[in-house]
């Protein structure tokens, strides 16, 4: 069955440097997110991408916070300059012809920064 | 705006018991309503919605959920829980029409007993 994938399932940063969490969405899908979970607080949005562009953010997804999909495969988040705050469990996700909820969920990366 | 909120942030039940996960839910406009779930160690993954129709749905593993709109509602329930039902629920909404992004409650950890 196809499925999201993320790399690193785990990394650990020292604040102030650069982070790139890679995402891998299913290959005829065409929608990708970014959702965020801080440790014993809710799963958040951060963004929505669609036709090689931000459809909409939420206010946590600031100027340190880019995406990209480099290739046709590839979507990438990056934290240009990370604060402790930044620790959080990084969901990617990704759907198909048209959103009705049924995202499609990576297992996460785990951010930590010290 | 949306909020959901899941009061229950952890349940424990014995093998064969039932079980209701309550989620209930604040917007302004009319809402998509769903269950993710998420088993340990894997990534989010959708239980169950509601988008029109029949306010009772189903999953195909035995949850049932029920659209409850003067209560703005939607709990979980099963029957009989099994040990392999043993995981993190959340409930999500989103904007009928509008916005793309879920917005989710802290998660329920549902622990069956045997």
């Known amino acids: 069955e196809p499925e999201v994938t993320q790399t690193p399932s785990h990394q650990v940063t020292q604040m102030g440097q650069e982070v790139i969490l890679r995402c891998v969405p299913i290959?005829?899908?065409?929608?990708f997110y970014w959702y965020r979970q801080i440790l014993g607080q809710k799963v958040e949005f951060l963004v929505s991408?669609?036709?090689?562009?931000?459809?909409?953010k939420s206010e946590i997804f600031d100027d340190q916070f880019s995406v990209e999909r480099p290739d046709g495969s590839n979507f990438t988040l990056k934290i240009r300059s990370t604060k402790l705050e930044d620790s959080a469990m990084y969901f990617c996700?990704?759907?198909?012809?048209?959103?009705?909820?049924?995202?499609?969920f990576g297992e996460g990366s785990r951010l930590t920064v010290l | 705006a949306q909020s959901v909120t899941q009061l229950d942030s952890q349940v424990p039940v014995f093998e064969e018991a039932p079980v209701e996960l309550r989620c209930n839910y604040s917007?302004?406009?009319?809402?998509?309503l769903f269950w993710y779930v998420q088993y340990p160690n894997q990534g989010l993954q959708l239980l169950l919605k509601?988008?029109?129709?029949?306010?009772l749905v189903e999953s195909i593993n035995g949850f049932e959920a029920e659209f409850n709109k003067s209560q703005t509602s939607f709990h979980l329930r099963k029957p009989s829980v099994h040990i392999s039902d043993t995981a993190e629920y959340f409930c999500?909404?989103?904007?009928?029409?509008?916005?793309?992004?879920?917005?989710f409650g802290k998660g329920t950890k549902l622990t069956v007993n045997p």
């Open positions: 996700a990704s759907t198909g012809t048209g959103f009705n909820g049924e995202l499609f």
């Open positions: 290959s005829n899908h065409l929608y």
């Open positions: 991408f669609y036709n090689n562009e931000i459809s909409e």
């Open positions: 917007s302004s406009v009319s809402v998509y």
């Open positions: 509601y988008l029109s129709g029949s306010t």
């Open positions: 999500a909404v989103s904007s009928q029409g509008g916005s793309e992004k879920l917005v």
